[in-house]
């Protein structure tokens, strides 16, 4: 089966700038994550949707961040306008599962590392 | 906060050695517990996924075991290899809410 596909690979923008990332889950994956990365540490939850519903999005920086998976398939994800400490990898993930159906894992794609300038 | 946490931070073996790298979380309802590894630049790997009513699972040389009372779990690798290097993180999914570790930095040396 197809992997989780994420655009683009890398980015480079200026602080204040605006910047959108793109996941497609894997088909029929019906919960869909975005996490931030920033080098040396583990994945931070950003925000897990189910369906097109938001099931988490406590630690996502609301005043900057925003996200969106319209039609319960592919996910954007909106950062405006972009600090220095935004400078990380992105990553997308999905899952089978939906709340209650615990033994579904995680599948991530390959990310997108943002540099801000 | 729920926290978790990835003891030892990084770990340098020879290769052929079995090492344990360990995960202790303070959650205390989880759905499951996964481990990923990560090869620099790419994302996460799955290599085991504990439900919370099991105690361990195993793949291949890997071995994964789950002690919810103590909040911990380790992951066992036989007979290391040059290829195992990479990060492994642990991640625990409890309700409403996924986890991760900062990660252990595993170097095989030939």
């Known amino acids: 089966e197809a992997g989780v596909a994420q655009s683009p690979r890398y980015k480079i923008i200026e602080k204040r700038q605006s910047v959108a990332f793109w996941c497609n889950p894997i088909?029929?994956?019906?919960?869909l994550y975005w996490y931030q990365q920033i080098l040396g540490q583990g994945p931070k939850l950003l925000i897990q949707?189910?369906?097109?519903?938001?099931?988490?999005d406590s630690q996502l920086p609301k005043d900057r961040f925003s996200a969106e998976r319209l039609k319960g398939v592919d996910s954007t994800l909106k950062i405006q306008p972009a600090k220095l400490e935004d400078s990380a990898v992105y990553l997308c993930?999905?899952?089978?599962?939906?709340?209650?159906?615990?033994?579904?894992?995680?599948?991530f794609g390959d990310g997108t590392r943002l540099s801000i300038l | 906060k729920q926290e978790v946490t990835q003891i030892p931070a990084a770990l340098s073996v020879p290769e052929g050695e079995n090492l344990v790298l360990n995960c202790s979380f303070t959650?205390?309802?989880?759905?499951?517990l996964q481990w990923f590894r990560q090869d620099p630049g790419k994302g996460l790997t799955s290599l085991l996924l504990?439900?919370?009513?099991?105690r361990e699972q195993t793949s291949g040389r890997l071995n994964a075991s789950l002690d919810k009372s103590s909040g911990r779990s380790t992951l066992y690798i036989a007979a290391s290899q040059p290829g195992d290097s990479a990060t492994y993180l642990c991640?625990?999914?409890?309700?409403?809410?996924?986890?991760f570790g900062a990660g252990t930095r595993l170097t095989v040396k030939p």
């Open positions: 088909s029929g994956h019906a919960t």
């Open positions: 949707f189910q369906n097109n519903g938001v099931v988490d």
């Open positions: 504990i439900q919370s009513s099991q």
């Open positions: 991640a625990v999914r409890a309700p409403l809410r996924v986890r």
């Open positions: 993930a999905s899952s089978l599962g939906v709340l209650g159906q615990s033994h579904q894992p995680q599948h």
């Open positions: 959650d205390s309802a989880i759905y499951n």
